[in-house]
């Protein structure tokens, strides 16, 4: 894909022009994710106003309830269980942000007719779909990583103070949050579910919003709907259905064995049963297919 | 060295022709105006050489074909396709690191000193500039890309005349030199003809005309004929003629000067005159064939 840095060298013009004429095939890319970033500032904003919005509460909890707790037990849990609750919500965030960042990606520009000076630039449509893919499947599981992991660091320091205000032992905090562990399942989730395991979810918003000319939300739903109500009327099956809900649910399975009362959270990881699931590598060709289509279609649009 | 060069290019939409086999070629160091009415193929033809749609017949822009290399071929060409198409929200700082981040012929310095020349600012957004401000920072950022070829598709539409003016005249003392190539549609004819150095005229799909302005001196005169005198000169087969103020203005091909001093003053037309009266001829022509 990558020719931009070699690919004329041999043209007579060439030798006219003065300004350096290459330029490492990676900056597009580079440059193109920063736009994005630059175009869509909720990416970011959102989870951290999410974040914020965590921490307050839990300054209020900690001071509030912790502090009222009538004994050490309750205390600790009141102080405990805003870790996991705040890495859902920081993550639903990031998916909703995914969700609309990517059935706007390729229709935004099309709308407001800056494709025409998006085109005008030597960036490939491959490079210009693959940067908006990034979003949803580096960019976002990154930043979620981060946000969380800081908020949770930020979450143990105020209650250590708390703890240690009240003149408590703190270790026993600490050994219980075993925040290390957290961070490892939680970006070994991000990477597993929201990035490859959803991918084909993110290829098919990219895709819907490169070939819709508006309500890209309703074209990325109804057709899934229709799709499942044809085949219930049809055969009364709903394997499609159960297929989507599969998809959504993060394919739990796959990914983690169930949840139980194992001692070492970390043994429920399965990575390698993961990367030897067909749901995954599945998903992946189907990602892959839908940015090809995304890729075509971009080269064919203009303004609408 | 031949920067475009179309043989018998073709487009048609579900319902229309807009472009019907059209040959075309266009040498480096030359201004080319592309003229012609609405929807006669003009941006259809930009297009087809910008890489932004599919066609048939032959293309090629610079050597490359447009469609399949766009993204290579837009190190050379660079266009400004329709007034207004910069992202809004971007900001004019970010706008240029990100030309000079992704295009390697861009000079920032050089498009700094071109936007010192405005009242743009750095830190404005571009849904903040005025639609003659954004006109002109798209100018300034195209004008500090070393291209080979600069397309511009009614780059004026909607602005005063004072930005139009000033857009041409940068575009010639700064950007323009004989190594460049540029090609540019626009309906105001008369503002930009002392700047092109060759004439196209397109309808429906077709290159009607085609001539350099030097050549057009040459082969184009224009009369206004005194009444007794307009049954001589109508002998002398005009291409067209108009009344002005009661007077009839007769416009001749290839006809010698010397011979029509003696039915009034003589002088070149417009472009804006030699298009309508191609245009005339074309419709009555149409006309014509249609009975």
């Not at chain 1, 900056?27 to 951290?48: G, K, Q």
Request: aromatic share 8%; hydrophobic share 50%.
């Amino acid at each position: 894909m990558n020719t931009q840095s070699n690919a004329m060298p041999e043209s007579p013009l060439e030798s006219q022009v003065s300004a350096p004429a290459v330029i490492s095939a990676t900056r597009p890319m580079y440059w193109s994710v920063r736009r994005e970033l630059w175009e869509n500032r909720s990416i970011y904003i959102a989870p951290l106003a999410v974040a914020a919005l965590v921490l307050f509460g839990f300054l209020i909890a900690t001071i509030g309830r912790a502090m009222s707790a009538p004994n050490l037990a309750q205390r600790r849990a009141v102080l405990e269980e805003p870790y996991t609750f705040a890495a859902l919500l920081i993550m639903g965030t990031t998916f909703i942000v995914g969700v609309f960042y990517c059935l706007d990606a390729l229709h935004g520009e099309r709308r407001d007719r800056s494709i025409l000076f998006w085109k005008s630039l030597p960036v490939s449509d491959l490079t210009t779909v693959l940067s908006k893919a990034s979003i949803p499947l580096v960019i976002l599981p990154l930043l979620t990583f981060v946000i969380i992991v800081v908020t949770q660091l930020i979450m143990l320091l105020l209650s250590s103070a708390v703890l240690v205000g009240s003149g408590l032992n703190v270790a026993t905090l600490w050994t219980h949050s075993s925040l290390f562990q957290m961070s490892v399942m939680l970006l070994y989730h991000l990477v597993a579910v929201h990035a490859l395991w959803w991918a084909p979810l993110w290829g098919w918003l990219l895709l819907v919003s490169a070939w819709a000319r508006r309500a890209a939300f309703l074209w990325a739903a109804l057709p899934l709907l229709a799709i499942g109500v044809v085949e219930k009327i049809a055969f009364n099956t709903s394997h499609f259905a159960a297929m989507l809900g599969y998809r959504f649910s993060g394919g739990a399975e796959a990914v983690a064995s169930a949840p139980g009362s194992v001692l070492d959270p970390m043994t429920h990881l399965t990575p390698g049963h993961f990367l030897s699931s067909p749901g995954l590598w599945i998903g992946l060709v189907v990602f892959a297919a839908f940015l090809a289509a995304a890729v075509r279609l971009r080269r064919y649009q203009g303004p609408i | 060295m031949t920067v475009i060069e179309a043989r018998s290019l073709r487009k048609a939409f579900k319902t229309t022709v807009a472009l019907d086999g059209v040959d075309l070629r266009v040498e480096e160091g030359r201004i080319l105006g592309l003229i012609g009415p609405n929807g006669a193929g003009k941006t259809t033809a930009l297009n087809a050489i910008l890489g932004l749609t599919p066609y048939q017949g032959e293309l090629k822009v610079l050597g490359r074909d447009p469609w399949n290399a766009r993204d290579q071929l837009m190190r050379d060409v660079s266009f400004i396709a329709d007034v207004a198409v910069l992202p809004r929200w971007i900001r004019v700082s970010k706008m240029l690191d990100y030309v000079a981040g992704v295009h390697p012929r861009f000079d920032r310095a050089k498009a700094e000193t071109f936007l010192s020349r405005t009242t743009i600012k750095r830190t404005s957004k571009v849904r903040e500039l005025s639609k003659g401000m954004v006109a002109q920072l798209h100018l300034a950022l195209v004008m500090a890309i070393d291209a080979k070829l600069l397309v511009l598709d009614e780059p004026t539409l909607g602005l005063d005349i004072l930005y139009r003016k000033q857009f041409y005249d940068s575009l010639l003392n700064d950007y323009f030199d004989r190594s460049r190539t540029i090609v540019v549609t626009t309906h105001q004819v008369e503002e930009i003809q002392h700047v092109l150095t060759d004439v196209m005229f397109i309808n429906r799909g077709r290159i009607v005309f085609d001539c350099s302005t030097e050549q057009l001196e040459s082969r184009y005169l224009e009369v206004m004929v005194h009444p007794e005198q307009v049954a001589a000169a109508r002998a002398l087969k005009p291409m067209h003629e108009r009344q002005v103020f009661g007077r009839s203005i007769l416009l001749f091909d290839r006809v010698d000067r010397q011979q029509l001093a003696a039915f009034g003053d003589v002088r070149t037309p417009s472009i804006a005159d030699l298009f309508v009266a191609v245009m005339g001829n074309q419709t009555s022509q149409a006309q014509g064939a249609a009975r």
